[in-house]
């Protein structure tokens, strides 16, 4: 035990008087996560995980391209950009007829990006999205949508995940008969089996796709994301808290940091209830509002009553 110690502290004793250059050397042999976690170690690893060369290499690494140099954006945020684990709908993915009377791009706060897209009618569905250089690993593919009132076919439709090594996670949404009718809330749709990457830096393919002569209508796509099971390691955890921090922060969404944070995925669709879009808040206003009226009458009428 003492011996295992005093190896130990030998270890990082001889650790410490490595020179920066060849820190440099073993952090660009990493991947961005990795680099991520070593920046947390001490002061002297975080200062040298933020030299620029390195992301620079990294960044080449990753994408087999040189970052932008006269870009605003340092080469770290670059890699960053490239780095993500989840793709808005309406900005990053490609869909089939993506014009009226078919699909619509509306305005929505509460939605993770603050745009969506709306389906109102197509008989070929076809959105796809792709998630290039994800690293080893299993992961949940989550589907964020919500169903409008009065939907047609939406439960023919197959969500699917897909690496380039040819792993595959799909299924379709659960039938409800009820969300047909009156519609729901936004909510995540958990494909049941987990997606496994194999190869370092693999890109993944998303599918929302359904060719069917039926017309499907009536469902609103927000994002689509790749959640990493608990059983990873630190470094994608830390990664995806750091994007989502990211997010929040973005003009584009209203969305609380907590509320992102409180999403905890469960295989299948967790429906819930359908509320209005547009006046969603003003509801909520209003309802605080009246139950105060009634609490402050009933005091009232309380106090009234004792006084007598």
């Given amino acids: 035990m003492a011996a295992g110690g005093r190896v130990c502290s030998l270890s990082l004793s001889a650790a410490s008087r490595l020179p920066d250059e060849v820190w440099l050397h073993i952090f660009s042999k990493c991947n961005g996560d990795e680099v991520r976690v070593f920046s947390e170690v001490n002061s002297r690893f975080w200062r040298i995980c933020q030299d620029k060369h390195l992301w620079k290499t990294l960044f080449h690494t990753r994408t087999d391209r040189k970052p932008d140099i006269v870009c605003a954006q340092s080469f770290r945020e670059q890699y960053d950009d490239e780095d993500k684990l989840i793709l808005s709908i309406a900005n990053d993915c490609d869909i089939a007829h993506n014009h009226t009377p078919y699909w619509h791009t509306r305005n929505d706060q509460r939605g993770l990006f603050g745009r969506v897209s709306v389906l109102i009618a197509v008989s070929w569905l076809h959105v796809t999205g792709r998630i290039c250089g994800v690293h080893t690993g299993k992961y949940r593919v989550i589907w964020r949508m919500s169903v409008l009132p009065h939907a047609s076919n939406i439960f023919d439709i197959k969500f699917s995940g897909k690496t380039s090594q040819g792993h595959t996670t799909e299924s379709r949404l659960p039938f409800n008969n009820g969300v047909l009718e009156f519609g729901s809330d936004?909510?995540?749709?958990?494909?049941?089996?987990?997606?496994?990457?194999?190869?370092?830096?693999?890109?993944?393919?998303?599918?929302?796709?359904?060719?069917?002569?039926?017309?499907?209508?009536?469902?609103?796509?927000?994002?689509?994301?790749?959640?990493?099971?608990?059983?990873?390691?630190?470094?994608?955890?830390?990664?995806?808290?750091?994007?989502?921090?990211?997010?929040?922060n973005t003009k584009d969404s209203n969305l609380p940091h907590r509320q992102l944070e409180s999403m905890r995925p469960r295989v299948g669709a967790s429906y819930r209830l359908w509320k209005p879009w547009t006046v969603y808040s003003l509801y909520e206003e209003i309802s605080l509002a009246m139950f105060a009226i009634v609490i402050a009458v009933a005091f009232a009428y309380m106090l009234l009553n004792g006084t007598k």
């Fill in 186 to 248: 936004y909510f995540d749709f958990v494909l049941p089996q987990q997606l496994v990457v194999t190869a370092p830096f693999e890109d993944v393919l998303l599918e929302c796709k359904c060719t069917s002569q039926e017309w499907k209508s009536n469902l609103v796509l927000c994002s689509v994301r790749l959640d990493p099971v608990d059983t990873q390691p630190y470094a994608q955890r830390y990664r995806q808290n750091g994007q989502r921090a990211v997010l929040t």
